[in-house]
């Protein structure tokens, strides 16, 4: 079964641009969440999707958004970059509360999208 | 707000040695306690997931404990080898968010052979 695959693995963008990050779940899971990773902060919870729903969100930002789609797909998409944006984005994906497996709750983290921001 | 402390932040120990890390945290109200191994560039591998009304978990040399009314979590590795060396972050869910977790700084294991 293939692992949750993030793309791009890098980027590089310039201050004020926006950029969007892609990360495709393992196969029937349907929660998908994203952190943001940086030395200073640690790991941060951005945002959860559940069956293309918004059901939790960090504090984050409005720059900070997110979507999934009816395939489980997410994208986030970050605008009017800053310096701080600078960091490694983690997507996670787990079964979802609608189970009633005492596993279901274990993330598999993808291998995250490193954005540098210039 | 939930805060997660990990202790020690960085240990370096010999090759064989058992040991045990610590984390806490604040809020008791906890849906369940991950443990987290990171290497260096990569995303985290989940090692051991305790329910909110488990007191502990185990698999492979790998212990976890939780004693929730105390707000404590420790993971116990047994006979330590070189490839533990790593990142270990734990991480609580909140009761009403399964999913939404706050992570403790992680602690930076080297186990030299």
């Known amino acids: 079964k293939a692992g949750v695959t993030q793309t791009p693995r890098y980027l590089i963008k310039t201050r004020g641009q926006q950029v969007t990050l892609s990360c495709s779940p393992i196969?029937?899971?349907?929660?998908v969440s994203w952190y943001q990773q940086t030395p200073g902060q640690g790991l941060q919870f951005l945002f959860e999707y559940f069956s293309e729903t918004q059901r939790n969100k960090g504090n984050f930002p409005g720059r900070f958004s997110g979507r999934q789609f009816s395939n489980s797909r997410s994208e986030m998409n970050v605008s009017t970059l800053e310096l701080g944006d600078s960091a490694l984005y983690l997507c996670a994906s787990s079964l979802g509360t609608s189970y009633s497996l005492a596993n279901k709750n274990i993330q598999y983290f993808g291998a995250g999208t490193r954005l540098s921001v210039l | 707000k939930q805060e997660v402390t990990q202790i020690p932040a960085a240990l370096s120990v010999p090759e064989g040695e058992n040991l045990v890390l610590n984390c806490s945290f604040t809020?008791?109200?906890?849906?369940?306690l991950q443990w987290f191994r990171q290497d260096p560039g990569k995303g985290l591998t989940s090692l051991l997931l305790?329910?909110?009304?488990?007191r502990e978990q185990t698999s492979g040399r790998l212990n976890a404990s939780l004693d929730k009314s105390s707000g404590r979590s420790t993971l116990y590795i047994a006979a330590s080898q070189p490839g533990d060396s790593a990142t270990y972050l734990c991480a609580v869910a909140p009761n009403n968010a399964g999913n939404m977790l706050t992570f403790g700084g992680g602690t930076r294991l080297m186990v030299k052979p």
């Open positions: 809020d008791s109200a906890i849906y369940n």
């Open positions: 196969s029937g899971h349907r929660s």
């Open positions: 305790i329910q909110s009304s488990q």
